[in-house]
Each structure stands twice: as C-alpha cells, then as structure tokens.
C-alpha cells in the first residue's frame, strides 16, 4: 500500500495563507484520485479537494474560491494552497489516494486563530 506524509500545517490568523504538502512513496497519480480531507473536533472528517488522474478538480463548497489542489507528478506530491483562512477551517488535514484501494496519511493540523 501507497505511504502518505502531509506537511505544512500550523498555527495562522484568520485571513492568512498556509500551503499544504502531501508526497506519495510511489508515482501513483497517473491512477489515482487524489484529496483533501479534514476532520474538525468533535466533527466527522468531511470533503475539503480533490484533483483526477486527469487533472480535473473539485472542492467542497465551504472552501471554493479560496482552496487550490494541485500536483506535481514528478515529485509525486499533491498541494493544497490555503488562501483567506478562517477559524472554521481549523482541523486535521489527510490526505487520500483512492486507486481501488485507499490510502491515508496521518494528517497535519492546521489551527486558524481569530
């Protein structure tokens, strides 16, 4: 199974920018979807992106216009570009890799200070 290590995550004030890293132990993206989720506390972790093999991406409504997903298949990692924080968007974010099966990471927290 495909190893997932996120990165990126801190402590930001509302309104601020935070990008997020996940890098795959193996090239995968040229069969895999691969998102963005996060789990708030006391919450179920829920949708944040997703990017498709080809290229196509979608976004929970909560994050569109300021979230970006992106890639970059030679270093075989997925981004997701964090833009006007809010104390909302304060979770744990995973990463996942569905290629029939599922791969997750163990997530990176990121905390949004209003």
């Known amino acids: 199974q495909v190893r997932l290590v996120e990165s990126g995550g801190g402590l930001v004030q509302a309104g601020e920018s935070l990008r997020l890293s996940c890098t795959a132990s193996?090239?995968?993206?040229?069969?895999?979807?691969m998102s963005w989720y996060r789990q708030a506390p006391g919450k179920q972790r829920e949708f944040v992106a997703a990017?498709?093999?080809?290229?196509?991406?979608n976004y929970a409504d909560s994050v569109k216009g300021r979230f970006t997903i992106s890639r970059d298949v030679a270093k075989n990692t997925v981004y997701l570009q964090m833009n006007s924080l809010k104390s909302e968007d304060t979770a744990v974010y995973y990463c996942?890799?569905?290629?029939?099966?599922?791969?997750w990471g163990k997530g990176t927290l990121v905390t949004v200070s209003s």
């Open positions: 996942n890799a569905h290629y029939g099966l599922d791969s």
């Open positions: 990017i498709t093999t080809g290229g196509s991406t």
């Open positions: 193996a090239n995968i993206f040229r069969i895999s979807t």
